[in-house]
């Protein structure tokens, strides 16, 4: 078995001083890279002098990390990935900055990171690059001399062509992944839309066995959508913390339904669209107005970009809104955390709840949803409301799919879904529950890198 290399942004591998693992990458790759005896490489998440890359090795993950000037933070990670491409793949052009030096500052990190790990990288590992933070990383190692097979996957959706071309420099972006061997999107529709550009845009042309040729280049292109560790989440789920959890969350609803949503704070996953579905269900239904809590945890992240600062002040306002409106002397129709919650009590409250909103506007996948269906108890499992603008939508069919935009679709979702039958919960949720289980983060690794270990030879 080769040895397998991650590269990312942020190594969120658990370390001494950070224990457990979070967000969707940390928590997918973790798994992966523990199971490969790999090392992960990535930005330290500090500024300063860029330095040595710093190795540590905890819990059976090997880290490395380097340190990011802050002038590199500003414009590679605060600029171009988060206000330039993170926007525009989440088909929201105008939240979308364009600025050269945002650029600049992007390339000029991706070329540092080729330069502190190339000597790091034998001959017979798999290198694997994730997300949008490091598309040109491929091919800058080209440059290096690395003949590896590399992989790219990209968490995030891919855009409709003709929004991509809002972007300057949109053809060299897309060219930098013919650099690549096997690239990975999380469902077929991005995929689709990536075959689109191509087509259109580099008068490529799409082959048989996943082949995308442009230019004489043959690269493999996959849909590969993610999973979760359901095992071990599953285990979360059933055990003390969860448990304990369980327990204090049905004593705070006074038995009334609860609702969940959890999100990091972020306006991709239509935070402020859920409150205003759950508004338009307590206004048009007040026979339900005491029957239901809504719990939505949503840690902040990306707290330096003034569009997150804005999302936060608009649901800061929003909630305080829904609860002067509709609360009573005893029972609030709304809280609202702004925190993280360690893993396991999480999973405690996706048990406690009989209803998850999970409501992207745009999501490369969602990971909650498949964590909501793990945790659920089989013989009185709760109800899934997904919008069918995650990728999660195209696996998990079985959940009541909604158009978030929509505050009345919303309210006739959770209506539906706390009437639902208990047959028809367990039908629906066993189905996803399997799936959940068979396309789980193992399946999800194995599946690209053994695309990635099955391409013949590097090209020269
Ligand atoms: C990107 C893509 C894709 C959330 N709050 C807490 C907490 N979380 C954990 C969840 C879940 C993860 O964070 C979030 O994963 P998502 O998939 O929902 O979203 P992104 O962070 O945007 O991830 C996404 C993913 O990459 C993987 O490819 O699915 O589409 O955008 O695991 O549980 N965890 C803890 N406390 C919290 O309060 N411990």
Redesign the pocket.
């Known amino acids: 078995m080769s040895r397998l290399i991650v590269i990312s942004n942020r190594v969120s591998a658990p370390t001494a001083q950070q224990p ?1 693992a ?4 940390a ?2 790759l973790t798994a992966a890279l523990r199971e490969a005896d790999g090392i992960w490489f990535g930005w330290s998440g500090e500024t300063g002098e860029t330095g040595e890359l710093r190795f540590e090795t905890y819990d059976g993950v090997t880290s490395a990390t380097i340190d990011l000037p802050e002038q590199d933070v500003e414009e590679y990670y605060d600029g171009y990935a988060n206000r330039t491409l993170w926007p525009l793949f989440h088909y929201r052009l105008g939240l979308t900055e364009f600025e050269r030096d945002f650029q600049g500052g992007y390339e000029r990190v991706n070329r540092l990171f080729s330069e502190v790990i190339s000597p790091h990288i034998e001959p017979e590992d798999l290198v694997w690059v994730h997300d949008y933070h490091m598309v040109p990383l491929g091919w800058m190692l080209r440059q290096k001399g690395i003949r590896n097979r590399l992989g790219f996957f990209l ?2 959706p891919w855009p409709p062509t003709r929004l991509l071309i809002a972007l300057p420099e949109h053809r060299r972006l897309v060219e930098a992944l013919f650099a690549y061997d096997v690239v990975g999107f ?1 469902t077929r529709e991005w995929l689709e839309t990536f075959h689109d550009y191509v087509e259109r845009e580099m008068a490529g042309t799409i082959g048989p066995n996943d082949e995308v040729t442009v230019g004489g280049r043959t690269i493999k292109a996959i849909a590969c959508p ?1 999973g979760i560790d359901a095992r071990e989440f599953i285990a979360a789920a059933n055990g003390e913390k969860a448990v304990a959890t369980l327990n204090r969350m049905i004593e705070s609803v006074h038995g009334r339904n609860l609702i969940v949503g ?3 704070l ?1 306006y991709s996953k239509g935070i402020e669209e859920r409150f205003n579905g759950y508004q338009r269900f307590l206004e048009t239904r007040p026979d339900q107005l005491t029957n239901v809590s809504l719990l939505q ?1 949503a ?1 902040p992240s990306r707290a330096t970009v003034q569009s997150y600062q804005e999302i936060r002040g608009t649901l800061d306002a929003l909630s305080g809104r829904i609860n002067g409106a509709f609360a009573e002397i005893d029972w609030v129709p709304l809280r609202y955390v702004n925190r ?4 396991d009590v ?1 999973a405690g409250v996706y048990r406690a709840a009989r209803v998850a909103l999970v409501t992207p506007l745009r ?6 949803a498949k ?1 909501f269906v793990a945790a659920q108890d089989p013989d009185d499992p709760g109800v899934l409301v997904l919008s069918r603008f995650a ?1 999660a939508a195209e696996q998990l069919a079985e959940a009541l799919l909604i158009n978030p935009y929509s505050p009345d679709e919303m309210a006739d979702a959770i209506e539906q879904a706390l009437a639902m039958p208990r047959d028809e919960r367990i039908a629906r949720w066993r189905k996803m529950y399997d799936d959940v289980c068979c396309e789980d983060v193992i399946w999800w690794r194995r599946r690209f890198t053994d695309a990635l270990a099955a391409v013949e030879v590097a090209p020269a």
């Open positions: 457990s979070q967000g969707g990458l928590v997918a968490h995030i999380q993610i959890v999100d990091r972020d945890i840690p993280g919650l360690p893993r999480l999501d490369g996948m969602n990971l909650v964590e990728g």
